[in-house]
């Protein structure tokens, strides 16, 4: 396949309305949807993708019932133990981007094995976005910029004349490129506070397909979708 993006982005949304559909309770859409994820994973590190990040959780999603929340932090740490094996003897690297300050000791303590596990794989980058907002993560890349240029001791005259080359250094994904193809499932068209300064350019995918129903076949149909996308980022081509 042509065109491969570097770095493919998923807004896994869908898991209680496909629960729902099945007369089930939402814990189980959840759990079903970690296998979309271990499908995406595979079709992801075949196709050539480097960089495969998942929506996992948002800040507004400890806003649900306590005990969905409880549940899927269970459901966190479950998934990440019983996964790593496969992930690290695949080469993944595994990350953890979100406020993790929110995140209990117990599933804070697993991300942590699981990221220095796999530090030095070289193969795909897999991304979870846990505890996440895009408006949290611009908000403190500004006061990490700030607070280091005030304790190197610069004047409020530079601080407020830093260009815009070099913010993306203070946001919690430095390092990562920014997502070529954000996808989101279950037929919403919005971002839920989601990447908002990294998908600036990003391609964007609605599918109606329910995230637990989105697996290999789904997910190599995107490519092919963004494989035709003309990008063009404000130029005339
Ligand atoms: C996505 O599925 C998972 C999370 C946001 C944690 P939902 O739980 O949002 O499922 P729907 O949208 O209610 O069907
Ligand atoms: C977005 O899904 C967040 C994640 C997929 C983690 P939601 O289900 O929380 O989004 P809204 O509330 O429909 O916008
Ligand atoms: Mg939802």
Redesign the pocket.
């Known amino acids: 396949m042509n065109n491969i993006p570097m770095h493919v982005s998923l ?3 869908g898991n209680g309305r496909w629960a729902k559909e099945r007369g089930m309770d939402r814990f189980y859409g959840h759990i079903e949807g970690v296998e979309s994820v271990r499908a995406c994973v595979e079709a992801a590190a075949l196709a050539g993708v480097k960089y495969l990040s998942v ?4 800040e ?2 400890w806003n649900r019932p306590q005990e969905e929340v409880a549940s899927l932090m269970g459901l966190m740490v479950k998934a990440m133990a019983a996964e790593m094996d496969r992930l690290d003897s695949n080469g993944v690297r595994f990350m953890v981007i979100g406020n993790r300050d929110r995140l209990d000791a117990e599933l804070n303590s697993v991300i942590d094995s699981c990221m220095e596990r796999t530090a030095s794989n070289s193969g795909l980058t897999l991304i979870v976005f846990l505890s996440y907002s895009g408006k949290w993560d611009i908000l403190q890349a500004a006061k990490k910029m700030v607070s280091e240029a005030l304790a190197s001791g610069d004047s409020a005259e530079s601080i407020l004349s830093m260009p815009l080359e070099g913010f993306d250094s203070y946001l919690s994904t430095a390092g990562i490129p920014d997502p070529d193809l954000i996808i989101r499932t279950s037929g ?1 068209s ?1 971002l ?1 506070n989601y990447l908002l300064w990294q998908g600036a350019y990003s391609e964007l995918l609605f599918v109606d397909t329910l995230w637990p129903d989105f697996r290999k076949d789904e997910f190599n149909s995107a490519l092919e979708e963004y494989a035709k996308r003309d990008r063009r980022y404000g130029k005339v081509k």
Request: hydrophobic content about 35%.
């Open positions: 807004i896994m949304d929506y996992a959780f948002s507004e999603n919403e919005r839920s």
